[in-house]
Nanobody, 119 residues
């Protein structure tokens, strides 16, 4: 199993980024996936999840700004992040499972991609 995130970077407040997570080694199309993040000095918090049927769920603080999606043909899950705020600064991880976080452990995680929101 391999999960490889990309797309992070430095962006100004109000800006946008799209994260990608390329998956391999398991049946992606039938797997729920999630994005989680870890800000400096804090635990890993769940951000968003998507089930194999396309149903999506979001942390309250990102609703209306972030959109999770998946492309089963490319074995990739995305996180479109708009109207970014400094408090969104964190390392973002994708994982196999719909609710992965520091509390709800999941077996497989990517290596993470840094998102920094700063002027």
């Amino acid at each position: 199993v391999q999960l490889v995130e990309s797309g992070g970077g430095l962006v100004q407040p109000g800006g946008s980024l799209r994260l990608s997570c390329a998956a391999s080694g398991f049946t992606f199309s039938s797997s729920a996936m999630s994005w989680a993040r870890q800000a400096p000095g804090k635990g890993i918090e769940w951000v968003s999840g998507i089930y194999s049927d396309g149903n999506t769920y979001y942390k309250d603080s990102v609703k209306g700004r972030f959109t999770i999606s998946r492309d089963n043909a490319k074995n990739t899950v995305y996180l479109q992040m708009n109207s970014l705020k400094p408090e969104d600064t964190a390392v973002y991880y994708c994982a196999i499972g719909p609710w992965c976080s520091g509390v709800i452990q999941c077996d497989y995680w990517g290596q993470g991609t840094q998102v920094t929101v700063s002027s």
